[in-house]
């Protein structure tokens, strides 16, 4: 734990990138372009908050690596496909993600919604097999929580109400329930996959559940002030996009200071309900300050 | 076994709907715009194909009619988010599906994504849940087995294909390679999950699944003298779309006599393989006269 959390989070990064790459076998003919635009996306780095926020969890329990390195690439597989989807003109229309042209500027539209589909099924896959766990019933945990934090209850739905809500100005009950469903609901998932892949109690899956649901809203409220704050080079993507359209931001709704404010206690909260675990919490705490305090 | 199978499929087809409809609860506010979308596609009709045949296999080894119609459900929805997903204007661009406005035109594109992604995440939900089968091995196998068949490796990749040969002439071997992911490998697995919920041994499932690779080419022959011959009130979509494109059709191949008469040879070989399983096979046996003599 003497290395900075950034550091750390490279290193786990790269075992999950690892871990992907192995996963998503390029294959000939035409078939592997779907392939090769998973692979453009999933591969292509980003910071791998869900996935290290599933290590993290899961070290708190000794789970063995290589099922939380799968776990965490199942839910990274789904965030990719989300962006994917997202990007697509029919939804945000954003040409750049990640310093880099989207997929389907990459690809092609077509192309890029088959690998969203791709990616989003593999993920159970990927799940179901058994070196994810060999516990059935952990598997079978595992396969029915990824699917609800991604559906219509969680991701899914969070994205249909920000689509809806394109025409109208949500207050802040609305856009804390907003966030709950569309990023919240998979950044709880990917904790909870820790602690289920180390057969947790109650006490500390809900410890857990109580930190992912701080943290998740914390991670909005700092996207909101990096659109604000940050610079196109730092986010890898045009900033104030949110602003521009007349969006209900966080930082809208509670002003800069606010939102500073709002995200600090949260963390702190997020901390503060992890005493239970002793010095095993250090790095969930460390992950926690990262998300508020990163510049991208 | 004295009614027509036209009228036993319709039965099945409304136990289908009915499992869909309960599967598929409505939601108030904004989230339920995509889970009416998605209602829009799943409860519409159409054949019910795909779960019949899950019905009919699990059938032979007597699995009780919950799991099979569970298991059932989660293939159509993996089915009707296919159709969703391929009418989008990015793919074949069909505003007609089954005699009305695809889901993109009744609702918008954005919105079709989202429903085809949430019945794609949904699907898995379904088989992970104990009421699709109380033996925790059994809803993984269906689970890894519908991943597979939907994913790269089978659904997925199968329209990654259709869509880089737009531009290239296929021939037999080629097209019947593109059949065999873009529906085989989904027809397949229908058949395949009756076996697996009834514990089949390895005999009955080679049974099973060389039943359906058969029936599932031979329903694709079908399609492509439905396209050739059927009316647009019969198909419920615009005739001749496939042959006015210049693409490689098994008709165009074969010739119309040619077609028919492999199809009609697939069918044979298909119910010579069913011996072994007696008269209770014969439900399988109609439902594969039924698609090459289908009208629609």
């Known amino acids: 734990m003497s290395d900075a959390i950034d550091n750390r989070m490279r290193r786990a990064g790269d075992e ?3 871990t992907l790459d192995a996963l998503l076998a390029p294959a000939p003919g035409a078939r592997g372009r779907v392939i090769e635009a998973m692979r453009y996306s999933a591969l292509s780095g980003g910071k791998r ?3 290290y926020l599933t290590l993290a969890s899961a070290a708190l329990f000794d789970v063995e690596r290589q099922g939380a390195l799968r776990a965490g690439a199942a839910v990274e597989m789904i965030h990719c ?8 003109p029919a939804m945000d229309d954003s040409d750049m993600r990640r310093g880099r042209p989207s997929v ?8 890029a919604i088959l690998a969203g589909d791709g990616l989003l099924t593999q993920a ?16 079978l945990e595992l396969i029915a929580g990824l699917s609800v934090a991604s559906g219509t209850a969680g991701m899914v739905g969070g994205q249909m109400i ?3 809500a394109e025409n109208e100005v949500l207050d802040l009950a609305a856009i804390t329930e907003l966030q709950k469903l569309k990023t919240g609901a998979l950044i709880e998932f990917s904790c909870r996959a820790g602690a289920i892949l ?7 899956r809900l410890a857990l559940t109580n930190y992912a649901v701080n943290i998740g809203l914390a991670f909005q409220i700092a996207d909101d002030l990096l659109d604000v704050e940050g610079t196109k080079e730092q986010l890898g993507k045009p900033v104030g996009q949110d602003t521009d359209m007349d969006k209900a931001t966080f930082v809208k709704l509670l002003g800069l200071e606010g939102a500073r404010n ?3 206690s949260l963390i702190e909260e997020a901390c503060d309900g992890l005493a239970p675990f002793g010095p095993k919490a250090g790095d969930l705490m460390d992950v926690a300050r990262f998300i508020v305090e990163r510049r991208s």
Not at 124 to 134: K, R, S, W, Y
């Open 124 to 139: 159970f896959e990927v799940l179901a097999h058994p070196d994810t766990a060999e516990d059935p019933a952990i598997r």
């Open 16 to 18: 999950i990138t690892a």
């Open 81 to 88: 496909y989300s962006l994917i989807h997202d990007d697509l």
């Open 262 to 264: 709002k995200a600090g």
């Open 104 to 111: 389907h500027k990459a690809f092609d539209e077509a192309t």
């Open 198 to 204: 180390g057969r947790a109690d109650e006490t500390s």
């Open 162 to 164: 920000d689509i809806a």
């Open 49 to 51: 908050l869900r996935p």
